[in-house]
């Protein structure tokens, strides 16, 4: 038995923390709210986010940050993006020296455009080949009842996304490796603002056409930057890519796509907010996407609409036909 480490005791950090503790590792689980990390210990349950879930006896919680990583041999990192790196400003002389950080968060850092993994090594002080990323069609809510589901560790380095791989591989969690980090993360982030795309044009009433039309110019547009960041076309097409677009995008346990379709009936972003009832990390990302997509001259529609509704006012309407009245191209072009 290994013994591993979760920051943050949401939806998705309380559901790979279970994933972890049915592959067989002693799993500590850290959060702010003394309530829910008693809950997590002694009840094994985490009603705020997981209601009606059982957790593993091999998860407890503290909120005790040093003490939740001494002596872990991997440590997954799942809070909001924004925060990470005062959550992490004192972690890093308590790290084990050979632990593995995992980033399971997907996002870009508004102001330095960096990835997660990017803010992790900088926060941590680590080198890169001590981190990886875990991303692909991964709904907490249906992997914590074990609904069957693969996903991609990518790391620069091969052994440390084969031992990631091997601290969370369970009958229900499936893990590929891959090299390409920059992929498996741009995928993640970017498809939250898709989804916010969606979310609002279902809100409008659109159907599937126009669903199925967003989900694949956004998968364009993603890979177009990906590629201007190094990333691999491949890894955009599998789980990390696809994949988790397709998911996030049909699912109406995705946050993105829930804040999206309340945008789409006429909310404004404070009572969506209010409403989808979590955070939903494109209406973040959506502008640090764009920041990145500029400094490498990349042309991305959606989300640019998408940060228009958002944060400048746009009506949706209006950013539907601005979208469809662009100049027509060739569909490669």
């Not at 979760?6 to 709210?33: C, E, K, P, Q």
């Not at 209601?51 to 005790?64: F, K, Q, S, W, Y």
């Not at 969370?168 to 741009?186: I, K, M, N, Q, S």
């Not at 998408?306 to 209006?318: C, D, M, N, R």
Request: proline share 5%; aromatic share 2%; with cysteine.
């Amino acid at each position: 038995m290994s013994r591993a480490a979760v920051l943050g005791t949401g939806s998705w950090g309380t559901t790979f923390a279970a994933v972890l503790a049915d592959a067989g590792n002693d799993v500590t689980v850290w959060g702010r709210s003394p309530q829910t990390c008693r809950q997590i210990t002694e009840e094994h349950r985490n009603e705020r986010y997981l209601p009606g879930i059982e957790l593993p006896h091999g998860v407890r919680a503290t909120t005790d940050l040093r003490a939740a990583v001494e002596g872990a041999e991997v440590v997954a990192v799942a809070v909001p993006s924004q925060a990470v790196r005062a959550v992490l400003a004192d972690v890093g002389p308590a790290l084990a020296p050979d632990a593995v950080v995992v980033s399971l968060m997907k996002g870009v850092e508004p102001g330095t455009g960096e990835r997660m993994s990017e803010v992790l090594r900088e926060a941590l002080g680590l080198d890169e080949r001590r981190i990886a990323v875990v991303s692909g069609p991964n709904l907490a809510r249906e992997i914590a009842a074990h609904q069957p589901t693969a996903t991609v560790v990518a790391a620069t380095d091969e052994q440390t996304a084969a031992r990631v791989a091997h601290a969370c591989a369970t009958p229900y969690f499936r893990p590929y490796t891959h090299a390409d980090v920059v992929g498996a993360e741009l995928g993640g982030a970017v498809k939250n603002v898709i989804a916010l795309a969606v979310g609002m044009a279902q809100g409008r009433g659109f159907g599937d056409n126009t669903t199925a039309t967003i989900i694949t110019r956004g998968l364009a547009e993603t890979t177009r930057l990906g590629l201007a960041l190094g990333a691999q076309a491949e890894t955009l097409a599998g789980l990390a890519g696809l994949g988790d677009l397709v998911a996030t995008c049909a699912s109406r346990l995705s946050r993105n796509h829930t804040l999206g379709r309340h945008v789409g009936e006429g909310m404004t972003l404070a009572e969506a907010t209010a409403a989808t009832g979590g955070t939903a990390e494109g209406v973040r990302t959506c502008r640090a996407v764009l920041e990145l997509a500029a400094a490498h001259d990349v042309e991305m529609p959606i989300t640019q609409a998408v940060a228009a509704v958002l944060h400048e006012g746009l009506p949706v309407p209006e950013m539907t036909a601005a979208l469809l009245s662009r100049p027509r191209k060739a569909e490669q072009a």
